[in-house]
T-cell receptor, first 113, second 113 residues
Framework: GAGVSQSPSNKVTEKGKDVELRCDPI?????LYWYRQSLGQGLEFLIY????????KSGLPSDRFSAERTGGSVSTLTIQRTQQEDSAVYLCASSRGSQETQYFGPGTRLLVL | GQQVMQIPQYQHVQEGEDFTTYCNSS?????IQWYKQRPGGHPVFLIQLVKSGEVKKQKRLTFQFGEAKKNSSLHITATQTTDVGTYFC?????????????FGQGTILTVHP
């Protein structure tokens, strides 16, 4: 497939557990973004990777959230000690370069019970 | 930090009526992008505006970027039921925020046949 893929598509977890969300960007795209979208809300920026530069983590809501991007391709967003307010759709997007069109994945719907 | 206000939050129209959503930034922008998200789907890129006063058209959609590069609008002429969805503006401030998009809250459009 040529698009951005994310896994899992749905995740149900218990409060306090850790979760890992995966994003496979479009091949060759140097920029990768994570957003969070709560029900009926806009997109909240979380983190942005561009090439080999240090990521822009300014949107991460707490130190329970972290992300890495291995080999400039696949990215994993980790949420430790999940809370109910973490329930949302987590969207990943990639682009050829900064300020270019962002292509979004289908998202991971996270539900914390 | 940068704020992006988008109005209205909701818009209900009869099929054939026109629709406009407005986006305002607290700071001058490098560029602005518009995305559409169908119900249950993920955001899909529509267009990017870069130049002051720029106007771009895509069939029944007209996009404008303000002279001061702090506001933008999306106008749909003669809406159709296929236009249903949430329309987001996404602002890029450039500078130290290069590559990072700040999304508006979105305008949810419903079209009654």
């Amino acid at each position: 497939g040529a698009g951005v893929s994310q896994s899992p598509s749905n995740k149900v977890t218990e409060k306090g557990k850790d979760v890992e969300l995966r994003c496979d960007p479009i091949s060759g795209h140097t920029a990768l973004y994570w957003y969070r979208q709560s029900l009926g809300q806009g997109l909240e920026f979380l983190i942005y990777f561009q090439g080999n530069s240090a990521p822009d983590k300014s949107g991460l809501p707490s130190d329970r959230f972290s992300a890495e991007r291995t080999g400039g391709s696949v990215s994993t967003l980790t949420i430790q000690r999940t809370q109910q307010e973490d329930s949302a759709v987590y969207l990943c997007a990639s682009s050829r370069g900064s300020q270019e069109t962002q292509y979004f994945g289908p998202g991971t719907r996270l539900l914390v019970l | 930090g940068q704020q992006v206000m988008q109005i209205p939050q909701y818009q209900h129209v009869q099929e054939g009526e026109d629709f406009t959503t407005y986006c305002n930034s607290s700071t001058t922008l490098s560029n602005i992008q518009w995305y559409k998200q169908r119900p249950g789907g993920h955001p899909v890129f529509l267009i990017q505006l870069v130049k002051s006063g720029e106007v771009k058209k895509q069939k029944r959609l007209t996009f404008q970027f303000g002279e001061a590069k702090k506001n933008s609008s999306l106008h749909i002429t003669a809406t159709q039921t296929t236009d249903v969805g949430t329309y987001f503006c996404a602002a890029n401030a450039g500078g130290t925020s290069y590559g990072k998009l700040t999304f508006g809250q979105g305008t949810i459009l419903t079209v009654h046949p």
